[in-house]
């Protein structure tokens, strides 16, 4: 075999262990079902303010429009442009001024929905994984662009901590 030849089935053998080694630190898209309102305005507004970690968990792609998944494997899930809540006797908690109705039916998966904007956005939580709280936190401060139309009667105000300003 000539300098050539074997110079060039080493390198290709070097690229493709190569490629082979940063393609598998990239997780899997997530596969998801759009919401029935995906396509909503609104929902695109919350897609481009989504970060890029929620409560430590890294972003990863979906294939689906209005959604978003965080974690490996997934243990954070959004759908935006859900079918809104209306009333209901469910457990609403108030965060940063965003209502959240509560679904622990399924726990250590909860599925917290938000209340009284338009679209409304689900998002599920495998609590092994991820605080629940933390990230219906991160979020909320993103939910405050959809309009408020209603609001929960009774919703239970969580405080948050506000990290003491620096001297």
């Not at 929620?54 to 442009?81: F, H, I, M, N, Y």
Request: charged share 20%.
């Amino acid at each position: 075999m000539n300098r050539v030849r074997r110079f060039h089935l080493v390198t290709l053998a070097f690229s493709a262990a190569l490629l082979a080694v940063s393609t598998t630190g990239c997780a899997a898209t997530v596969s998801l079902q759009p919401a029935p309102d995906a396509v909503d305005p609104g929902c695109a507004e919350v897609s481009v303010r989504l970060p890029d970690e929620l409560a430590g968990q890294p972003k990863r792609l979906t294939d689906a429009q209005g959604t978003a998944a965080w974690g490996e494997p997934a243990s954070v899930l959004l759908r935006c442009g859900v079918a809104s809540p209306g009333p209901t006797t469910a457990e609403c908690i108030n965060v940063s001024g965003v209502d959240w109705i509560r679904d622990d039916t399924d726990a250590p998966r909860f599925v917290f929905t938000t209340y009284g904007r338009e679209p409304s956005v689900e998002v599920v939580i495998d609590s092994n994984a991820a605080s629940g709280l933390d990230v219906i936190t991160d979020l909320s401060g993103i939910m405050t662009v959809l309009p408020q139309e209603r609001a929960c009667v009774g919703a239970q105000d969580i405080e948050i901590p506000q990290e003491p300003a620096s001297p």
